[in-house]
């Protein structure tokens, strides 16, 4: 048996439970590499238990914080939007200007 065929062994090893497959098991109790792997996966499971006892709790001016920045940021959005659209409006008008000039030309030189 492949170390990558004792997957299932090893996981249910980790957890304290009896492994399903007898052939798994016994490879797993002759091969040091599993054994290492499920020594890893028994640290791993003890320390994600660990930290669901701790408690964290945020410092009380971190919603402020947030918010502040979050408020920073929505206005300087507002800023480059309101810039962009100066802008293509003035681009617009420069375009329509020259236009009606051009058009202006064109009906001079045909009432001529």
Do not use: F, N, W, Y
């Not at 499920?38 to 402020?64: N, Y």
């Not at 100066?86 to 329509?96: D, K, P, Q, Y």
């Amino acid at each position: 048996m492949q170390c990558d065929e004792a997957v299932e062994a090893v996981a249910s090893l980790a957890t304290d439970e009896q492994a399903s497959d007898v052939v798994q098991a016994r490879h797993v109790a002759a091969c040091l590499r599993c054994q290492a792997e499920v020594a890893r996966d028994r640290r791993l499971v003890r320390e994600l238990r660990e930290l669901r006892a701790h408690h964290l709790s945020p410092d009380a001016t971190l919603l402020s914080s947030v918010l502040g920045a979050v408020d920073h940021e929505a206005a300087l959005i507002l800023r480059l939007r309101t810039r962009r659209r100066v802008a293509i409006g003035s681009a617009a008008a420069t375009a329509s200007g020259i236009a009606i000039a051009i058009a202006a030309r064109k009906v001079r030189t045909v009432a001529s």
